[in-house]
């Protein structure tokens, strides 16, 4: 149900119906039976919809990986512009995040366990292009913590060490809730993984 709601979010309105029966039936099937040995024509059977459909909104499974991988990107990073938007200082902030972070993975289980799952399989242009539009996506927060009065804290920090500070350890729990190695919620600990998040960042010093 929350994964049919994402996919209406990021793709609104009555003309764009057929794109998400074919994106919720491919998630289905990529989870069930894995990326490389899905097939068109299973993804097809699911949906009810044609091979030339598939093929016109997609062109390739890569397209169809394409774009559920976009999709639990854009709505994720919405998610957490609206958190953010009224996180006063930056340890508030990196609260804001992890409490974010946990919640979406939380109400989109299925997306999460796609998005750890869907990287490896996609072609060097692909990952290029995603990477690149992960980097348009980071600008608001970037902006955000140039708006802190405190951001000084953060300042020692190089930015492409910055994300893995703030989400590593909550990353690490979610995927092992999403496996099913532990069973605990995320939701459980929310509050001690912010402040794992905190105390590294004032821990670290690499000046």
């Known amino acids: 149900m929350y994964e049919q709601d994402l996919l209406e979010r ?6 764009a119906l057929l794109k998400r029966q074919i994106l919720a039936q491919a998630l289905d099937c990529f989870l069930e039976q894995g990326i490389e040995t ?5 993804i097809c059977e699911r949906s009810g919809a044609s091979v030339g459909a598939v093929y016109h909104h997609f062109k390739n ?23 953010l938007h009224d ?36 072609n060097t242009v692909t990952q290029a292009d995603i990477e690149q539009q992960n980097q348009q996506r980071n600008q608001y927060l970037l902006l955000w913590i ?5 951001r000084v804290v953060l300042e020692h920090i190089p930015y492409e060490l910055l994300f893995s500070l703030v989400i590593g350890a909550t990353e690490s729990y979610c995927r092992a809730w999403l496996s099913g190695r532990v069973q605990s919620s ?3 600990y929310q509050e001690q993984l912010a402040r794992s998040a905190w105390d590294s960042i004032r821990q670290s010093d690499l000046g």
Not at 146 to 150: A, E, G, S
């Open 146 to 150: 140039d708006q802190q009065l405190d």
């Open 38 to 42: 899905t097939t068109i024509e299973q």
């Open 87 to 122: 996180a006063q200082g930056i340890q508030q902030g990196i609260a804001v995040l992890i409490h974010s972070y946990i919640a979406w993975t939380v109400q989109h289980p299925q997306f999460a366990r796609f998005l750890y799952t869907a990287r490896s399989s996609f």
């Open 186 to 188: 995320p939701l459980q």
């Open 10 to 15: 990021v793709y609104s309105g009555k003309r």
């Open 61 to 83: 499974k890569e397209g169809i990986v394409r774009a559920l991988y976009l999709a639990a990107l854009q709505d994720q990073s919405q998610q957490r512009i609206h958190a």
